[in-house]
């Protein structure tokens, strides 16, 4: 059967969903990375699991899709009852506050109140923490580790911000401990500004040609901040690093997943190649590839055509068959940047066909959920159709 | 519109990921280049999306014509700070030091902000750059700058602000004031929000729109909506499918071609072409914001001839 690698990816989803603790959905923008997040999350908790879904996304989308007008920065729980009365398990919801989390993070950390203050009341930080781009992921990796030792949830959905390059979120926090690193901010900055006056005395040679780099063009108050900021830091370097590793043990970890999402489109594929690699490189559990919105070929799926003639006007019949043509050339094209993907990476893919609305409710959700999962009672006819857009992927 | 946009000289394409930023953006280019301008298409750090769609080589870092009167040029942060370095330390071997040293990497890896300052001042420098030494005439009548989605776009578009803020005086302070003003200059900059006719696109557009307007001191100047379905049957060829379709009708429409499934595929047409309807007078609605749709695009594979089909629609609008 064609449709077997397809179920096998499917089952190996299910049994994540049904086992894991942490499972971070990845995409790039635009693919449905959110809504595959929800429709996952509600699933599980379908199934009996108390889950949490979080979003990191700076956009609404998450609030959207689970028919909510917004998000709070913490755990709301939903009301399943509209979609299933007797449901076992229970959803939460939440979005990710950066500025109050990285605030939290000082609290937590700061070795005196002195230093503390000097943190929240600098300059550079009120702007860092909040308004700067990837300061998102930073914090994300923070709530997750919080998150999953929160024991009213035995699984946390995360989704992830739609970046472009969507591994910049594994790679964060690496660069915040390359940048917190005492060995080499302290180096660079304290000698320069503890000193109270502008020397250069600094270790090395090349040490004072980026110092003096680093003043023409960044400036004296920005050096000042930076280094006041890096001072308040010192001591809580420790607790940060000690907090890094233990996200990267929790992500690499037997209870945590890594779903990737991608589009039918060859931009997204191609992300979606790179980043299954990269996971692989840096030994993370993948436990599944969902392609969402695949369109059918309405001319491969015909199905035994009837001999008799269909009596409609020949106008029409001319509209619709230069219609089904258009279509089935998507599909074409669709189909061979998956077959190319399903060859490099050799993991069963999820194929999820393009819905027939817009997904913005529970209900919404949970169709979308049987898709990709490709079970429960209801779901059932749609399996016909998911195996014949993977029989029709497959060439 | 494309009088609109072509007033300026710096248009900044924002929406939600998946909703063909770097198409519209190629296809506005070729548009603004039929009428003889000299463009460039900016991508950032995405060497790949404006290649594949215009079949040229990978763009590179270095601005390169890749069609007459067409540039096209790779923004890779890290790449820019690099030039930027060598231009500030002049000396090579300096500058090779300090490039090559550890301390460096990190900083720029890492430093919040920094990274888009970096490319957003390099857009201005482009924008600012005269064909020639002693020439008053720009070098490049029209940048397209194809930003990040939306999210992440509204940071990317939020940090010469922030850093304004966050770093008062000095050249950091000066360069984003400098940044900001351009962004906010309406007669120099426009901003065009892209969206596709589906709910979260277009709540995003809306959001965005609000975000630039009242967070960024950026005005929106107009709204694409891409991937549009277009009506291709008329209203009675659509009653007649509709019915057809309800009592379930059979039959042979061509060799192969069973009517059932043809039924099947005309009506996904017909949701999706009034779903395009809903949104368009949604937005209108909504949006104070002139709005050009664009076709959804069925070709075998999105190149060239996809894009003049699109840059000729852009004309036409």
Redesign the interface.
Known sequence: MRSGAADRGSRALAAALAERRVLVVCG????GK?TTAAALALQAALEGRRVLACTI?????LA??LGLAALEGRPRRLDLSRVAPRAAGALWAMTLDTRRTFDALVEKHASSEAARRRILDN??Y???SS??????EYMAMEKLLELSADERFDLVVLDT?????ALDFLEAPD??M??L?AS??R??LKPYFVAGRLTLKVAT???A??LD?VD???????LQ?LSEFFLAFEGMYEGFKERAERVHELLRGEDSGFVLVA?P????L?EARYFYRRLREKDMPFVGLVVNRVHPD??A?????????????A???R??????E??S??S??ERRGIARLEADVAEPLILVPEL?????DLRGLREVGERILGGGGRARPRRREKAEIHAQARG | MLDELLSRRLVILSGKGGTGKSVVGAALALAACARGKRVLIVEIDAPLEASRYLGVARVGTKEAEVRPGLFAVNLDPAAVMDEYVRRVVRVDMLARRVLDSPVYRRFFAAAPGLPELMVLGKIMVLEEARASRFSSRPRYDLIVVDAPATGHGLAFLGVPLAASRAVPAGPIGSNARRILALLQDADRTALVLLAVPEEMAVVEAQELHRAALDELGLRPIALVLNQCHERRFTREQEAEILSLAAEDATGRLARGVGLRSALAAARRHIRRRKLTRFYQARLRRLLPLPTVSLPYLFDEDIGPSSLERLARRLEAA
Do not use: C, K, N
């Open positions: 790039s923008g635009g693919v959110t996304d700076p956009a609404r989308r959207t899709s300059r550079f009120r702007q860092v308004a700067l781009a990837g300061s998102h911000p739609p970046t472009r390059h660069r915040l390359g940048f690193d080499v901010l180096w660079f040679r090349t040490g040609f980026a780099l023409r063009f960044l400036g004296l108050q920005f901040d589009g489109a060859r931009s997204t191609d309405p001319l799926d015909a199905g035994p055509v009837p001999r008799r003639p269909a009596t409609i006007d106008e029409l019949a509209g619709l068959l230069r219609l089904m258009d279509q050339r998507v074409r094209r027939d609305a817009d997904v913005h």
